[in-house]
């Protein structure tokens, strides 16, 4: 992720602190999700899957669609008609490991095969920034069709939150009919969302 164009316009203190933490602190949510994935799901998937909770390397095709939401920078004047576009690599979701830096305790993710059912049980606390909003909405949309609990009608369940760093407020993320309700906060931060089964 490049947050340099966002540092070089900060204050000292802001600047400072971005320079430290390796992000713009004022922007970080914690995000706090357990979902079980049903067995069904394909290898590829899986790989994915794996490869963003960093139990894998990153597979050469993301059939889940992180790969659709990257960074673009220009490579020369963006103004000029002419000038080429590079696209950033793609970055797994879930990965980051040890102490947190802005939400306190630890950050985890975990994808383990259920024991007593087909399929995996998948638990994250991560620190996220709302340019990782995209791939996460899009993980959330798979996950909630890809859920042990997606069929069951009008029945919703807990799947976790999302939390401003700041804030005692949580965010709710309720499944529901094969859905992950997404909190406003990501709406308001993936404008240009398209749902894959529009």
Same mark, same amino acid.
Request: with cysteine.
């Given at each position: 992720m490049a947050f340099s164009a966002r540092v070089a316009g900060l204050g000292t203190i802001?600047?400072?602190?971005?320079?430290? #933490?390796? $992000?713009? +602190?004022? @922007? =970080?949510? *914690?995000?706090? /999700?357990? +979902? @079980?994935?049903?067995? @069904? $799901?394909?290898?590829?998937? /899986?790989?994915?899957?794996?490869?963003? +909770?960093?139990?894998?390397?990153?597979?050469?095709? /993301? %059939? =889940?669609?992180?790969?659709? #939401? +990257? *960074?673009? #920078?220009?490579?020369? @004047? %963006?103004?000029? %008609?002419?000038?080429e576009w590079e696209d950033a690599e793609p970055t797994p979701v879930f990965a980051q490991r040890g102490a947190a830096r802005r939400v306190g305790g630890a950050l985890v993710a975990e994808l383990v095969a259920r024991e007593h059912a087909d399929g995996w049980a998948l638990t994250v606390r991560q620190e996220l920034h709302p340019d990782d909003f995209y791939r996460l909405r899009v993980l959330l949309h798979w996950l909630g069709r890809c859920s042990v609990g997606a069929h069951a009608a009008d029945v919703e369940s807990f799947a976790g939150h999302l939390r401003f760093h700041e804030s005692t407020e949580i965010a709710p993320l309720v499944l529901s009919n094969g859905r992950i309700r997404v909190p406003e906060d990501i709406e308001s931060h993936t404008p240009h969302w398209e749902d894959p089964e529009v």
């Amino acid at each position: 992720m490049a947050f340099s164009a966002r540092v070089a316009g900060l204050g000292t203190i802001e600047a400072m602190a971005s320079r430290r #933490y390796g $992000v713009p +602190v004022g @922007d =970080i949510y *914690e995000l706090v /999700l357990s +979902v @079980d994935v049903r067995a @069904d $799901v394909t290898d590829d998937e /899986l790989a994915e899957l794996r490869w963003h +909770v960093g139990q894998g390397p990153r597979p050469e095709r /993301l %059939p =889940i669609g992180t790969g659709r #939401y +990257v *960074e673009t #920078y220009p490579l020369g @004047d %963006p103004g000029d %008609p002419d000038c080429e576009w590079e696209d950033a690599e793609p970055t797994p979701v879930f990965a980051q490991r040890g102490a947190a830096r802005r939400v306190g305790g630890a950050l985890v993710a975990e994808l383990v095969a259920r024991e007593h059912a087909d399929g995996w049980a998948l638990t994250v606390r991560q620190e996220l920034h709302p340019d990782d909003f995209y791939r996460l909405r899009v993980l959330l949309h798979w996950l909630g069709r890809c859920s042990v609990g997606a069929h069951a009608a009008d029945v919703e369940s807990f799947a976790g939150h999302l939390r401003f760093h700041e804030s005692t407020e949580i965010a709710p993320l309720v499944l529901s009919n094969g859905r992950i309700r997404v909190p406003e906060d990501i709406e308001s931060h993936t404008p240009h969302w398209e749902d894959p089964e529009v």
